[in-house]
């Protein structure tokens, strides 16, 4: 029986593991995807401390290497269930079931989507929720993204560099994101901003986004259009089990604890103010300093 199992390996996860590798734990790494998690999606970082504009696939892979360096046991599986049976935790993946003492739950968060008729038939046709992913798919092209936060600003300014236009669609009348990004964009020539706006309908020709009609009329041609509307955490899995609040996120107190005595959460999963790499790595390191003194000294 492993000490610790952690179920995802964005940088909450893989923080945790880090952690907890050199605390001595028997510890084990899963994830469904691959390790750096929504890393993969962001084109630039420049908010992490030490590291200078660096590429979230180029971060993800030095994660990977950290792993390895640190010999740190780890898997590709998607869990598909967490059972409680007394002290002993039951993950259970696609394969198999894995048994811990204890287990952090760091399985981040997905995209929200507006919800119109044929956006999911036009998934990877026009509509994307990564603009680091399928930018290229877009040179020269306008697209159009949606969206008031850091997010919505920091790929649209991504997509800048690439496309022909970049329409920015807020329904409100400023941006949520930070200051220093939204000055970016108010300064880039390609970029358009259009406010008060909402998306009413995608025009598609041969399964394919040709344009959009806007709430108040407008019609864009644009070739794609990037959602960054929020993001739901990925908890579906753990719905049976009483930790969630109302709106799926799991519930912590201040060690990172749920309700369930030996299940732990962290990172974009867990609700809390700020949603960014530090906070999750900040988590990570709370939690394992908890479990660590339970295994070690109890
Ligand atoms: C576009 C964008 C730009 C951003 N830019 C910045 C930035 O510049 N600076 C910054 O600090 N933050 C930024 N953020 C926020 C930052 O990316 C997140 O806060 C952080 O990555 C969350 O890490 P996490 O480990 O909690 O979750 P994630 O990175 O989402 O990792 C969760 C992992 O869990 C795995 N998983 C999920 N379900 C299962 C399952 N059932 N079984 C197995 N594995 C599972 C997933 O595959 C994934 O790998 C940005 C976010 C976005 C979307």
Redesign the pocket.
Known sequence: MYDLII???????VTAGIYAKRANLNVLL?????V????N??ET????PGLININGADFSQKLLEQIKDLEIPYQF????DLKIQGDEKIVVTKNEELRAKYVII????KPKFLGLDNEKDLLGRGISTCATCDGAFYKDKDVAVVGSG??AL??SLYLAKICHKVYILNRKDRFKGEKYLETKVRNTKNMEIICNVNIKEYNEVNGKIESIILDNEQKLDVAGVFI?IG?KP?TE?FNNLNILDEQSYIKVNEKYETEIDGVYA????IKKDV??????ANDAIYAISNISKKVLYI
Do not use: F, H, R
């Not at 899963?30 to 691959?34: N, Q, T």
């Not at 750096?36 to 890393?39: D, E, N, S, T, V």
């Not at 599986?77 to 598909?80: L, T, Y």
């Open positions: 179920i995802g390996m964005g940088i909450g996860g899963i994830d469904k995807g691959a750096g998690g929504m890393l999606n962001i970082i420049s908010n992490y599986s998607e869990v598909i760091a399985t981040g968060t850091s997010s920091q790929e960054y993001y990925n899995i962290i990172g974009d999963v949603y960014q790499l530090v906070t999750a």
